[in-house]
């Protein structure tokens, strides 16, 4: 091997060393995956309070033991014909919390203007799916949902 | 001045291997709007610097981040002038990048030999625009979460890969400390590194490739 060949061979080493370090760069910085959050369910209100129609905002706290923080989630409980459901204020387009216009009887996501139906569902605007929604536990009257955290 | 210049010039030599590039021959008929590309760098170097000033209060963590810059602004001797001058130069700094592509697109001064350069300047765009977005986040208030949150959000929507970058680029599931510190580490060296480079590579070319003649 002579002096030009074996250069062109060192560099061509150096560079599949780099290209493999990148690798190991990307996998570096890509973040560690925590532990698969558990559902848990909490305490939101208590039976009595549930509307029978209509829509009510209950705003409740969750504690995550793996982070050691409280935050405080907000959630639609709405009563109607077929019961009563627990959804999502998160809209399912881009992630901003939705309101309810009870005048116009519709959840509106103040971002992109998405329209949700008093039943979750999608009635305008961008979003691709319905408001998702959350299980409820009633249990010596009090009512209980589950969320991740 | 020349004096003074002229001894620091004969020990430093900085005049005559710049000398191509500080007195070269420019096309007839250049006008002001040839200047937005030097008004960009000169918002670089107020952004720059107000960053270094800033870099020393701010606190990228998820409980002290907002009250740091509520300190900038109400305690620090010209807090509030540094971090305004940041935040309106990074406004003016895009507004003169796009002023600078509509006039090199106009001028059709992309054409060879200077498609290079028109690509690094894109690049250099992409990133004025990353080091906003991850700029924004860096007040940790409810604007900042929200316009994070939509942002980030949109990641997610390219397919199949789009559930891992917005991962990535998150640091967590949702928004939280470890998104902060990311964003606060791109924010102040990745992209700043990769700016410097680009810019290089963009004057160089210019340098050697001159300004090109007006239509």
Not at chain 2, 110 to 115: H, T, W
């Amino acid at each position: 091997m002579d002096r030009r060949e074996f250069l062109k061979k060192a560099i061509i080493s150096c560079s599949a060393l780099c290209i493999a370090a990148l690798g190991a760069i990307a996998a570096f910085l890509y973040p560690a995956k925590t532990g698969e959050r558990k559902q848990q369910f909490v305490y939101l209100m208590e039976e009595d309070d549930l509307p029978r129609r209509g829509v009510r905002m209950v705003t409740f706290s969750v504690r995550s033991e793996e982070q050691d923080v409280m935050t405080v989630n907000r959630v639609f409980v709405v009563g109607g014909e077929k019961g009563i459901t627990a959804f999502s204020p998160v809209c399912t387009h881009l992630g901003c919390f939705v309101n309810w216009d009870a005048n116009k009887k519709t959840f509106i996501c103040p971002c992109h203007g998405g329209k949700f139906s008093m039943s979750g569902e999608v009635i305008g605007g961008p979003p691709p799916a319905p408001l998702k929604k959350l299980p409820l536990h009633i249990e010596n009257d009090k009512v209980y949902i589950g969320v991740k955290a | 001045m020349g004096k003074l210049f002229d001894w620091f010039d004969a020990r430093f030599h900085v005049k005559r291997p710049h000398k191509r590039f500080l007195q070269r021959r420019i096309p007839e008929g250049l006008n002001y709007t040839y200047c937005f590309g030097g008004l960009a760098l000169t918002f670089f170097i107020v952004l720059a610097v107000t960053g270094l000033m800033l870099s020393v209060y701010y606190i990228p963590s998820e409980k002290e981040a907002y009250r740091s810059i509520l300190m900038i602004n109400d305690e620090v001797f010209l807090g509030w002038l540094v971090r305004s001058l940041h935040k309106w130069a990074a406004s003016f700094f895009i507004v003169t990048i796009i002023l600078h592509t509509i006039r090199v697109f106009v001028t059709r001064s992309y054409r060879p030999p200077r498609e290079l350069n028109w690509i690094v300047g894109c690049c250099t765009f992409l990133v004025a625009m990353a080091s906003a977005f991850t700029g924004y986040l860096l007040t940790w208030d409810q604007r900042a979460y929200w316009a994070t949150e939509v942002g980030t959000a949109m990641i997610q929507t390219i397919p199949f890969i789009g559930d891992h970058l917005m991962y990535a680029v998150r640091g967590s599931a949702e928004i939280s400390g470890a998104t902060l510190i990311r964003f606060y580490s791109i924010h102040v060296l990745f992209l700043p590194l990769c700016m410097g480079l680009l810019m290089w590579m963009h004057f160089h070319m210019v340098k050697r490739q001159g300004i090109a003649r007006r239509l």
